[in-house]
Structure formats: C-alpha cells, structure tokens
C-alpha cells in the first residue's frame, strides 16, 4: 500500500466536567493519505477495479496500526474518508463500504456491529469528526462519541484520507440513560 | 490575588519510571486536563522513513488570577520538570528512542485568560529544556513557539537539529491542531521532535555558501 504519508493520533483525557477521568479515556486515530485511485479518469462508472486494488490492503495497513497506538482494549470504533477537491465522495466512500476494507478493523477488535463513518469532501486540513459506536452493540448509548481531526497538508486536490479511530471506553463522564430505558 | 499550590504529599522517583500509563498521581499534580501525541510517517524512496511528531499536554494555568508581580518560579519549577517527562516518554514511544531522534523544538499555548509569561514560565527555563534536551540526548538550544491561543486554532512549532543547530536541512515545522484547547483558564505545552531533516533536502548548508553580503544588491539581473 503506497502512501504520502500516515498519521497516529492519540488523545488521552484525564479531566472532564471538573472531574477525574479514571481510567484515562483513550482515543486513536490512525489516517493514510495516498493518491485518489481515480485521479483523473474522469466519471468512473464501475469501480470496483479500484476497490479491488486499494481497499483490502488499506484496511490490512491501518487495522493493527490503530490497535497498537490504542494501547488497550478497544470498546468502541468508527472511520473516515476524506477525499481531495478534485474526487468524488463516492470515491471515498467506495474505499471504506466494502467487506473488503471494514472487516480487517472488526475481525482485528473482535468487534461485530457497522462501523459508523464520515465521508466529507475538502480543502488540505480539513475538519472532520470521525462517529465511534461500541463494537459489540452500536445501541450502547454511552459509547456514542466523535473525535475531531485536521491533517495540516492533506488531502491536497487529488488525494484521499482513509482513517480510523478506536476509543477505550464510552465518553468521559457519559451518564445518560441507556437507550433501553425509554422503550 | 494568590492561587493554592497544590501540595505535593509524596516523593517520588521519575528518573526511570514510564508515564505511558498510569500517571494519575502526575496528572493530578500539574491540572492534566489531557495530551494529544500526533505522529506523521512520510515514506522515503531511498532509505528509512522519517517520522515527525508532537505531544502537548493542557494544563490548568496555575497562575490563574494572579498579576505580573506574582512571583512564577516555585510552580515553574514544580510543573515543567514533569511535564518534560509525560512529553518526552511520548515522544520517544512513538519515535522510537532518543537514538533515532534527529531536531527538535518546543511550544506554549496560553489561554486567553493568562498572561504570555506564563506560557514562557513552563517552556523556558532549565526545569522544562535541560530535561527535554537530555532525554533526547540533544545539546542545541531548543527553538520554539509561544503565544495566545484560541481552541480550534493550529500552531506552527519549529524545530532544528538537536546537536547543530545551523545545519540547514533539519529546518522545519510541525503544525499542531487541538479542537477544543486552550480555554481560557488553560496552557498547552508542546514538544516536538522529528527523526530526519526535510523531505528532499536540497538548499545547501552554512559550510557550502559562499559570503553573501548586500554587496550583491550592486548588480542584480532582472
């Protein structure tokens, strides 16, 4: 998988509301930035050629990538596909909606539900939220959370950013009522 | 005005010990509110990658509410060493050791609410920079950034090569971006260091130039 470059990001929140966070809530992201598959051809009516040449070994790169700078047991997830000026949303989205690019991130966190996803399109350092749900049941309220990133270069014109974000646990200080209280 | 110290209750020893995890004690004692490690790994066709990266810690600004004569040592000294230590055992996690780290640099983010000095306080004194620099094993002085920060601003920090300063290829910067810091009440402290010079390094060097005087001015083609 060739690559301009790959970004880790890791927050650790202590404080939250005034308060303790324990244990420290964990959030990674980690964001390859590589050349639109699609770059120049115009509308592309099929594209699986190109899911079929990127998505399986971008998941296969980031999937360990965002477990080890995790550093602990994953409880929630979620990705990102940001695409330069010059692509198409689809194009992003085709590289992440696919069996082929999620399952490398569910089968590695052990993980079951849909990976909730942003797929934007803009200027190099963009702002984007990346959703996180919990991994085993995308209804555990708690674990609802978003992470904002800005890459400062990327994505130039002609690139795209594939990301994902892994999280310890549900929101710091989270204390609202589970979804099954109000059925 | 006066703020209250937090009192330190106990001794310990950090000279060998990893705050990678388990540093509530740490946090605790200098107002961590968090830190945020970026790292960039830019692939390089003819050799090792060269990988970049920050970690900044938002603090409580212990000097909420005070005035410019309030004496800023005693808490400089107390905080700085420590965080030096949550910053640099990050950055040496993800560089992969201070063998592998080539330049350097440092930052402060003041809150709105705070006062320059403050952020200076934290960054640039020996309780901050003779640590830094010796966990990287660096001699240079470190460059750096301070100033005002809103949240959701960026901040260009730069860095130079940790044992010569003047070698022209390890000129460069780091952009941090922290969504929701400094508050006004914050500071955000920064180091930064990187394991290579710039991608394609190709504009010489001080020991390569020859003199360059505005005697050049004299006769310029245009």
Known sequence: MKYRKLVTIVEETTREGGRD???????????????????????????NAGIDAVASDLGALLAPKVIEALGAPLEAYGKAAIVGLEGEIEHGSALIHTLKFGNHFRDAAQATTLLPAVEKRGPAGVHFDIPLKHFTDATIRSHHQSIEVSIPDAPHPGEIIIALAAATGGRPQQRLAALSTEL | MTTTPLAATTVVDLSTRSTLG??????????????????????????????????????????KGTGTDFELAPEAERIAPLLSKLLTDRLLDV??????????GKAALIGAGGEIEH?????????????????????SILCFADGFGQ?????????????APATRSHY???EIFLSDAPNAAEIAVV????????????????????PVTSEILKEITL
Do not use: C
């Open chain 2, 151 to 163: 949240p959701g601003e960026s901040l260009r920090i730069p860095m130079w090569h940790k044992t």
């Open chain 2, 22 to 63: 388990g540093y509530d004690d740490i946090a605790a004692a200098i107002g961590l509110r968090k830190i945020s490690t970026f790292s960039e790994e830019i692939p390089h066709a003819e050799g090792d990658s060269i990988l970049r990266a920050t970690s900044t810690a938002v603090i409580a600004n212990p000097w």
């Open chain 2, 191 to 210: 180091a930064a260091a990187s394991t290579g010079p710039r991608p394609h390094a190709r504009i010489g060097d001080r020991n390569t130039d020859i």
């Open chain 2, 172 to 174: 460069q910067t780091i």
């Open chain 1, 21 to 47: 966070v324990d244990p420290v809530a964990r959030i990674a992201i980690v964001a390859a930035i590589f050349d639109n598959p699609w770059a120049g051809q115009g509308f592309v009516e099929d594209l």
């Open chain 2, 95 to 104: 560089l992969g050791g201070a063998g592998k780290v080539e330049a350097f």
């Open chain 2, 119 to 139: 952020a200076g306080a934290l960054i640039h004194t020996p309780y901050f920079g003779n640590l830094m620099r010796e966990a990287l094993e660096g001699t």
